[in-house]
């Protein structure tokens, strides 16, 4: 199943803003979608492809800010570039530091803004890629019974088959057949891939 193409989401409450980065995103063949407020931007859908928003900071009702934390709260966080025409620099400090792509200060050259957008294109097309790769491993894992968990946990503990059974109070056999089903439903070759396996499910807990 192919991806859709890459959209741009504009929003500023200013049309002529809006018209004219809607023009120049189009000139160099990308989709966009232009919004006069963060309100009618939540009431649509995002396209199943890579995805970014150009935020204005200065909107009526939810700031551009504001809106950058509560899209952080959301399942698919978009990459956001933030333009301005009142930036300082508390301002800016706080819109990186929450993960913003760019921040760009109006006027700005239209090659600044062009190659903001195909970094955020970029950025959400590798988070995106991340996110399916976590979901597949996540499924895999749920594969698994209790008892194959605890058998991957000692593994990668470094326990022999041995030890294992030892553990379990069962036989150095049924754990090689315990072990090899984890192995197999996680589609790890060896230990080393184990581990890594564990340590992407660890790190997307964790976020």
Do not use: W, Y
Not at 52 to 81: A, H, M, Y
């Amino acid at each position: 199943m192919s991806e859709e193409p890459p959209t741009v989401h504009v929003i500023d409450d200013d049309p002529s803003v809006r018209d004219a980065i809607v023009g120049m995103v189009n000139s160099v063949g990308l989709r966009v979608r232009a919004f006069e407020s963060t309100q009618a931007f939540l009431h649509e859908r995002l396209p199943d492809g890579p995805n970014c928003l150009v935020l204005d900071v200065r909107l009526p009702g939810l700031s551009g800010l504001d809106f950058q934390n509560e899209l952080k709260k959301t399942d698919t966080p978009v990459p956001i570039i933030f333009i301005t025409g009142f930036g300082d620099v508390p301002m800016t400090v706080r819109a990186m530091k929450a993960g913003a792509v760019e921040f760009l200060t109006k006027p700005f050259r239209d090659q600044d803004l062009l190659d903001a957008i195909a970094h955020a294109l970029d950025q959400d097309r590798v988070a995106r890629h991340e996110r399916a790769e976590l979901s597949t491993l996540r499924q895999r894992f749920d594969s698994l019974t209790e008892r194959e968990r605890q058998v991957m946990t000692f593994v990668l503990a470094g326990k022999l088959n041995r030890e294992i059974a030892a553990q379990f109070g069962t036989s150095e056999i049924t754990v090689k057949v315990q072990r090899s089903r984890v192995m197999r439903k996680l589609q790890a070759e060896s230990v080393i891939d184990l581990a890594h396996i564990a340590a992407k499910l660890d790190s997307g807990a964790s976020k």
